[in-house]
T-cell receptor, first 112, second 111 residues
Framework: EAQVTQNPRYLITVTGKKLTVTCSQN?????MSWYRQDPGLGLRQIYY???????DKGDVPEGYKVSRKEKRNFPLILESPSPNQTSLYFC???????????FGSGTRLTVV | SQQGEEDPQALSIQEGENATMNCSYK?????LQWYRQNSGRGLVHLIL?????REKHSGRLRVTLDTSKKSSSLLITASRAADTASYFC???????????FGTGTSLTVIP
């Protein structure tokens, strides 16, 4: 089944403790992206990647890192999480610019 | 911010009625897409309309695009309780893969 898989689905962590949210897609998509969703603010793009080893900042990249060493994986790294990074995170992929995204099921992160 | 805006923010209708939601955006675009999100879950792609198209249909969905007004609308005809969800427009400017979402419309269809 074609899908984007994110892990974990839920995560509670403490301020400053590094964490990684994994994202993997099995559709051979070139484009991958991370979003955060907050009430009243909609979805905001954190980082995106147009291909292996090509990444770029979205609208809200501060406090996040990404890497794209393989086509299928696009992990999101929070080096020193803070409470304002408590949010619902989505990974998404698409086959080319301008086609529809396939979204993962989301990761609900709470930083205390 | 380059985020789009949608209205209404919330919409409640009876089953069988039509639902219309609108999206306004701020820049020239390459294409515009509509997505559905069921409570807290991942978004599902519904339909894409390119900047040189004015109208597109897919099943009970009809999307229009007016690039002169920088706006789009999504019409769901003969709504069903299962259509209850949040609906988002999203667009890219063709400058890469930077993608902007609207703030969403929460649709409730009452059986």
């Amino acid at each position: 089944e074609a899908q984007v898989t994110q892990n974990p689905r839920y995560l509670i962590t403490v301020t400053g403790k590094k964490l990684t949210v994994t994202c993997s897609q099995n559709m051979n998509h070139e484009y991958m992206s991370w979003y955060r969703q907050d009430p009243g603010l909609g979805l905001r793009q954190i980082y995106y990647s147009m291909n292996v080893e090509v990444t770029d900042k979205g609208d809200v990249p501060e406090g996040y890192k990404v890497s794209r060493k393989e086509k299928r994986n696009f992990p999101l790294i929070l080096e020193s999480p803070s409470p304002n990074q408590t949010s619902l995170y989505f990974c998404a992929s698409s086959s080319r610019t301008g086609s529809g995204y396939t979204f993962g099921s989301g990761t609900r992160l709470t930083v205390v | 911010s380059q985020q789009g805006e949608e209205d209404p923010q919330a919409l409640s209708i009876q089953e069988g009625e039509n639902a219309t939601m609108n999206c306004s955006y701020k820049t020239s675009i390459n294409n515009l897409q509509w997505y559905r999100q069921n409570s807290g879950r991942g978004l599902v792609h519904l339909i894409l309309i390119r900047s040189n198209e004015r109208e597109k249909h897919s099943g009970r969905l009809r999307v229009t695009l007016d690039t002169s007004k920088k706006s789009s609308s999504l019409l769901i005809t003969a709504s069903r309780a299962a259509d209850t969800a949040s609906y988002f427009c999203a667009y890219d400017r063709g400058t890469g893969n930077q993608f902007y979402f609207g703030t969403g419309t929460s649709l409730t269809v009452i059986p």
